[in-house]
Every structure is written in structure tokens, then in C-alpha cells.
């Protein structure tokens, strides 16, 4: 079984900068993209930035803002959201995915809300 646990969310004036952490543990493999996504009210669930093995992915909305980092040791992967505005506020999801196996895990959800 796998356990996502987030930390870091919370409220930030626009501007401002946050970081989400997200450590998986259990049984997740050697070989996995390690995420964020997040869902704002009656909105869709978007990818906001993934790493795979050193290579990273961003939607193109925080490119430049975000910046997503992993350790390895600690099966931790970081985001790092500077400049945030208004429309980044969001439920952010951490997201495990082991192409192997084709198959996602999903972390509790952690709020970040960005006050104008």
C-alpha cells in the first residue's frame, strides 16, 4: 500500500511564495513521476508540475513560478510557488504515477488560497 502525506499548504497574499512537500511511502517502486496537481472550484483537476527521474513537466500557467525538486532518500518531492496570484488558489493533490503498472496514487489534498 502507498501513503501520500502533504504538508505546506495555506494562505498567502498574491506575490508571495509557498512551498508543498510530499512524502510517499510504502510500496511505490523504483520507477515513478512524482506530481502536483490541483483542482479549483467547479473546475477540472490539472496538472501543475511533475518529475520523472530528473526531467520536470509544468502547465504553462506557472511556468517560471513554480519550480518542482525531489529527494530521492527521502522519497520527498517539493514545490516551490513564487509569485502567486489569486488563480493559483487551489486544492493541490500530490500525485504518484508508476507507468509500470499504469496506475496513480493520490495524496489528502492540501488548500492554498491566494488573497488579492
Known amino acids: 500500500q502507498v501513503q501520500l502525506v502533504e504538508s505546506g499548504g495555506g494562505l498567502v497574499e498574491a506575490g508571495g511564495s509557498l512551498r508543498l512537500s510530499c512524502t510517499a511511502s510504502g510500496d511505490i517502486g523504483s520507477y515513478y513521476a512524482m506530481g502536483w496537481y490541483r483542482q479549483a472550484p467547479e473546475k477540472q483537476r490539472e496538472l501543475v508540475a511533475r518529475?520523472?527521474?530528473?526531467?520536470?513537466d509544468y502547465a504553462d500557467s506557472v511556468k517560471g513560478r513554480f519550480t518542482i525538486s525531489k529527494d530521492p532518500a527521502k522519497n520527498t518531492a517539493y514545490l516551490q510557488m513564487n509569485s502567486l496570484k489569486p488563480e493559483d488558489t487551489a486544492v493541490y493533490y500530490c500525485n504518484v504515477y508508476r507507468p509500470v503498472i499504469r496506475y496513480n496514487y493520490w495524496g489528502q489534498g492540501t488548500q492554498v488560497t491566494v488573497s488579492s
Open positions: 518529475i520523472l527521474r530528473g526531467s520536470t
